[in-house]
């Protein structure tokens, strides 16, 4: 009896995990109810863990929230294709959300611009323990990001692991470089 209803349960908790994954907010596998027990469809009210037809916001929808800076930055950056790859250095200097001379940066004027746009873009909050984030792989880039934004030191690691990691490296990613993988 034991085993039948760990069993059910365990196929239960891997639909209720399908559903959660469906893109679109698609409909739910159906599953019969253990013996004995009454599905919630039965009763009429539905259980605090039905589905619903509106969908989770994308994860590259939550900008970073910040407002404009003065766009004076002066940053260290580091961008490795992946774990054991050779990483792309370089530097960017801003003043005034304009790049200086000695900027080595793919695209120094955009992401001086994107920093004087969103100063905190390099400075994300700390993820919340109880935040829910898509688990994908965009891949395995890596980024450091160090120096000084509006008189701000930063010291930021920026990676592909998960949802909520991709949608900071996209908002960054033009601070990051043309050569930073942003998906």
């Known amino acids: 009896m034991r085993k039948q209803l760990s069993h059910a349960a365990l196929v239960l908790m891997v639909a209720a995990g399908l559903a959660a994954c469906t893109p679109g907010g698609g409909p739910a596998p159906t599953t ?31 900008p970073v929230t910040s407002g404009p800076g003065q766009g004076n930055a002066e940053l260290a950056i580091s ?30 004027a955009a992401a001086c611009l994107a920093l004087k746009n969103n100063a905190a873009i390099l400075s994300p909050a700390p993820r919340p323990t109880d935040q829910a984030c898509t688990m994908q792989y965009g891949g395995p880039q890596q980024a450091t990001v160090t120096g000084v934004v509006d008189g701000q030191p930063v010291e930021t690691n920026f990676s ?17 470089g043309s050569t930073g993988g942003a998906v």
């Open 160 to 176: 592909l692991t998960d949802g909520c990691e991709i949608a900071l490296w996209n908002a960054a990613k033009d601070v990051l």
């Open 79 to 108: 961008v490795k294709p992946s774990e054991t790859g050779t990483p792309e250095n370089f530097t960017l200097v801003c003043v005034d959300g304009a790049p200086a001379d000695e900027s080595q940066h793919p695209d120094a």
């Open 32 to 62: 019969s109810a253990p013996p004995g027990t009454e599905s919630p469809s039965a009763t009429g009210t539905p259980s605090a863990d039905a589905e619903t037809k509106t969908p989770a916001p994308s994860p590259s929808a939550a």
